[in-house]
């Protein structure tokens, strides 16, 4: 989601038959970034690492590190997580939407 939201566009683009997914999930090259967004290829790469070790372990790690391109693009501090508590109730059949 994070590419796409980059580019405005799928990371990886083919067809929908077997062999295509295979391809596009064993052996295909990462997309690589270049001009401005360049800082975030480390990120993308982590998020879309074909061997599951190398991917980031949750989504704290992918924070940290866009905090620190965020930094080092902006010199200011990145603002601090505000965890929200969710209440999974409040969401079951009430006709909410995530979009």
Same mark, same amino acid.
């Given at each position: 989601?994070?590419? *796409?939201?980059? /580019?405005?566009?799928?990371? $990886?683009?083919?067809?929908?038959?077997?062999? *295509?997914?295979?391809?596009?999930?064993?052996?295909?090259?990462?997309?690589?970034?270049?001009?401005?967004? !360049?800082?975030? =290829?480390?990120?993308?790469?982590?998020?879309? +690492?074909?061997?599951?070790?190398?991917?980031? +372990?949750? $989504?704290?790690?992918?924070?940290?590190?866009?905090?620190?391109?965020?930094?080092?693009?902006?010199?200011?501090?990145?603002? !601090?997580?505000?965890?929200?508590?969710? =209440?999974?109730?409040?969401?079951? =059949?009430?006709?909410? /939407?995530?979009?």
């Amino acid at each position: 989601m994070l590419f *796409e939201m980059l /580019t405005g566009h799928l990371p $990886f683009r083919g067809g929908r038959d077997w062999e *295509e997914w295979k391809r596009l999930h064993k052996a295909a090259p990462l997309p690589v970034l270049d001009g401005a967004l !360049a800082a975030m =290829n480390a990120v993308l790469q982590g998020c879309l +690492a074909k061997a599951p070790g190398q991917r980031f +372990a949750d $989504f704290g790690a992918v924070r940290g590190r866009l905090a620190e391109i965020y930094e080092k693009l902006t010199g200011e501090a990145a603002a !601090a997580c505000q965890r929200a508590q969710l =209440n999974a109730e409040d969401c079951v =059949n009430k006709g909410s /939407t995530v979009s």
